[in-house]
């Protein structure tokens, strides 16, 4: 499905179904997996005192997925919105890891 | 009382602010006046909403502070907008004299000595 | 590419707005009436006093009462707590509870006191009802569902609700230029122009609600940083927040412990007074007693306010020697940080416990306003979608289920509400199942009205269904008058405006419902001369009905 009107007509091809359903999965549980790796990440290389950054972090995650959510629907491909998600989890996965790393030396 | 002349004040002065940044905008104008009015005295108009509306803030804020008086701000600007929007259609001139009615209604409170504030 | 970023917008806004919105107009409406819900609980507990009866009690009569009688009743307890009557949040009576040390046989204990005599009241003197604590907690409790599945619904659909007041934004593309526009009698664009209106002209208060209710959850539904950082020990979490400040041996939020040695209590009034240097303006609603009797008592004053850095909701004093417990920081406030303090206003802001009559009104009016914007953004999308002017009065099934379903919850979810109000002055009195009963009349009548119009012809079950609502709304101050002596005749004389504001509340909102009803009729009757009526009404055997 590229790009949707407000006026989608009630018929769509078998092909722009499993388009719409590959994106929305991806939105929403790509999405939610990328804000969790998003806030582990502010989390740990959080500067200053820990709980408050914790809190701090967590309360704009719903910010942040809602952005993704709608990031989602806006790019070409319901591929391209997959591809996008796991790069950016895996990058963040790496960080956090030698967040990690760094915290326990 | 106190919460009621409090928030009269307030929604009186809010309520004349977005009328004046309404009547700013050409198209109602010409619901109000017939016609649209010259650009100047929409800024001016403009002007006068910003001020009413820094005013109608300031006058809640000294009921509530805060947090809590912000809030009921936006509450009165609600109710103020949603007047305005819902009578704009079908008695544009009467949105106006409420807006009038509201600031005289203020006016009178305060030359009666009633405490307002001020 | 803007267009294209705006269609997608409109796009997001439209699924995700239909498929939660009748979740989110049960939260929306529930909710709205939890704003009300201890004048809604006294409204159903008619036999509790006026107004003018009832005495407000200030501390200077309440707290000798319950220290008496805590001394007799639980003298040696661990903890004493009191509450004076605080209408405004729900507490009618003069109430205390307390905690006895472990291994003592009933280790907690409560009760309620007669304010003249101090002793225990005997009995409940008024029906037993789910009052309007029962409406407020279904906003995020559901009914019926364990509890977690309804929190997780609730999130889900909060934080769609979040997604469609974003997209909307971002849809509608004049916010500014339009802001005041609304063009009544014009079909689908009327309807697009209330859903606009309704929106706009409430989005910091739908904001709020709606991203403060999330946090209420907060770390059910972004457990991340929980989890990475503190493992999931959300006390962990907790301690740490509130600062290493308050763990120190003389501060009492470290554990606090019996010392042995006896030290009679003295009148708890003088540490209320102590207080009135803190909170000129306020006064002790609760009080709790850490250790009664032992010399290591701490004495814990409570109100209800908002967080502001220079206020507090709690102070504490040490018995043994008057003073204040807490640093010279916690003198201007407990000082937990930014991030607490964001979220303690998020709390107070959504709960709005703090409101004067007032602004509680303005509260209630905005969530209603809420219920207005879900509706017209259902009913917009039936609109846009009807079948039009060919005769043919087919629409799909989809369309068909959500015209049906908007009749059933618009009209149907209020005359639900009504419903359980009518059972709460129709159940037998001393039937120990009243409240749940009245919560399945709630549910029943609701489920009716979703059925019924699959059995009729849109347009008919609109205005019935609506003229329903309208007259269980509207009659109910009539059958108060059948069944009670709370009814307008008393509670208006009386000045009792919490009671006669209920009776006169329904009263409005029943006429709102008629007016609605009658606004609809005609529009399914005119001719299909107009092109913008919404549906064009070709006399066919259905319509004649």
Redesign the interface.
């Known amino acids: 499905m590229d790009?949707?009107?407000?006026r989608?007509p009630?018929r769509r091809t078998a092909d722009q179904r499993w388009s719409l359903f590959f994106r929305t999965l991806a939105a929403v549980v790509g999405g939610y997996v990328l804000?969790?790796?998003m806030?582990?990440a502010?989390?740990?290389a959080w500067p200053g005192?820990?709980?408050?950054?914790?809190?701090?972090?967590?309360?704009l995650?719903?910010?942040i997925?809602?952005g993704i959510?709608?990031w989602a629907?806006?790019v070409r491909t319901a591929r391209r919105v997959w591809w996008t998600l796991l790069l950016a989890s895996v990058a963040l996965g790496i960080l956090?890891t030698l967040l990690k790393l760094q915290k326990a030396t | 009382m106190n919460e009621l002349i409090f928030f009269f004040t307030g929604g009186s002065l809010a309520y004349a602010g977005v009328v004046c940044w309404c009547l700013s905008q050409k198209r109602h104008q010409q619901q109000v006046f017939r016609e649209a009015l010259p650009l100047r005295i929409g800024w001016v108009l403009r002007l006068c909403g910003v001020l009413l509306l820094a005013g109608s803030l300031g006058q809640v804020l000294r009921h509530q502070e805060g947090i809590a008086g912000a809030a009921a701000w936006c509450g009165l600007l609600t109710f103020s907008n949603l007047l305005l929007i819902s009578l704009l259609p079908y008695a544009p001139r009467l949105v106006v004299a409420l807006g009038l009615a509201g600031v005289v209604g203020f006016g009178t409170l305060v030359c009666l000595g009633i405490p307002t504030g001020f | 590419m803007k267009e294209t970023f705006r269609h997608s917008m409109t796009w997001l806004h439209t699924w995700t707005g239909l498929g939660v919105g009748w979740v989110l107009f049960f939260m929306f409406l529930t909710g709205t009436a939890g704003y009300f819900q201890s004048q809604i609980t006294r409204w159903m507990r008619p036999e509790l006093p006026l107004a003018a009866e009832r005495r407000l009690m200030a501390p200077e009569e309440g707290y000798p009462l319950t220290q008496a009688f805590l001394q007799k009743q639980a003298a040696g307890a661990d903890t004493w707590g009191m509450d004076l009557p605080s209408p405004g949040v729900g507490r009618e009576h003069l109430s205390v509870w307390w905690q006895m040390p472990e291994g003592a046989q009933d280790r907690y204990g409560n009760a309620v006191l007669d304010p003249t005599t101090g002793e225990r009241r005997e009995g409940e003197t008024a029906r037993s009802t789910g009052g309007g604590g029962f409406l407020y907690r279904m906003h995020y409790h559901l009914h019926y569902l364990p509890e977690v599945w309804a929190y997780w619904i609730v999130g889900f659909c909060g934080m769609v609700l979040l997604l469609a007041l974003l997209t909307g934004v971002i849809t509608h593309r004049r916010l500014f230029q339009d802001f005041f526009l609304f063009r009544p009698a014009q079909g689908g664009r009327s309807w697009r122009d209330a859903h606009a209106v309704l929106g706009v002209v409430a989005l910091p208060f739908f904001l709020m609600i709606t991203y403060s209710g999330l946090v209420f959850f907060l770390f059910t539904y972004m457990p991340a940083g929980l989890l990475a950082v503190f493992g999931g020990d959300e006390e962990r979490l907790e301690e740490e927040l509130h600062g290493h400040d308050s763990h120190t041996e003389e501060h009492q939020d470290a554990p606090l412990s019996r010392s042995g040695v006896q030290l009679p209590l003295p009148s708890l009034l003088d540490f209320v007074a102590k207080a009135g240097p803190v909170w000129p303006e306020s006064t002790v609603t609760g009080i709790r007693v850490d250790f009664p009797g032992d010399s290591n008592s701490v004495i814990n004053l409570f109100r209800h306010t908002l967080p502001a850095p220079d206020s507090e909701r709690m102070i504490s004093f040490r018995v043994s020697t008057g003073e204040r417990v807490g640093s010279e920081e916690h003198e201007h406030g407990e000082d937990h940080g930014w991030a607490h303090e964001v979220e303690e206003t998020l709390f107070t802001l959504h709960r709005g416990r703090f409101a004067g009559p007032l602004l509680r009104w303005l509260y209630f009016g905005s969530g209603l306003l809420g219920c207005g914007m879900i509706a017209t953004g259902l009913i917009l999308w039936t609109v846009k979608r009807r079948p039009k002017s060919t005769g043919s009065e087919t629409s799909g099934f989809g369309h068909s289920l959500v015209e049906r379903l908007n009749i059933g919850t618009i009209a149907g979810l209020p005359a639900g509400i009504a419903a359980y109000f009518w059972a709460n002055r129709l159940l037998p009195l001393d039937w120990a199942h009243r409240p749940e009963w009245e919560a399945h009349s709630l549910f029943i009548t609701w489920a009716a009205m979703l059925l019924y119009p699959a059995f009729r012809p849109v347009r008919n079950a609109w205005v019935e269904e609506l003229g329903f609502a309208a007259a269980l709304f509207g009659l109910l101050p009539f059958l108060n008058v059948l069944t009670t002596d709370r009814h307008l005749g008393v509670t208006l004389p009386a000045g009792d405006w919490e009671l006669a504001g209920f009776d006169l509340t329904m009263m409005a909102l029943g006429l709102l419902f008629a007016w609605t009803a009658v606004r609809v009729r005609p529009k399914w009757e005119a001719f299909p001369a107009s092109p913008d009526v919404p549906e064009p009404v070709r006399p066919t055997k259905s319509s004649m009905a």
């Open positions: 790009s949707p009107s407000s989608v009630l804000t969790s790796l806030i582990v502010f989390s740990l005192h820990r709980a408050r950054g914790v809190l701090g972090v967590s309360m995650g719903f910010l997925y809602a959510v709608m629907f806006t956090i």
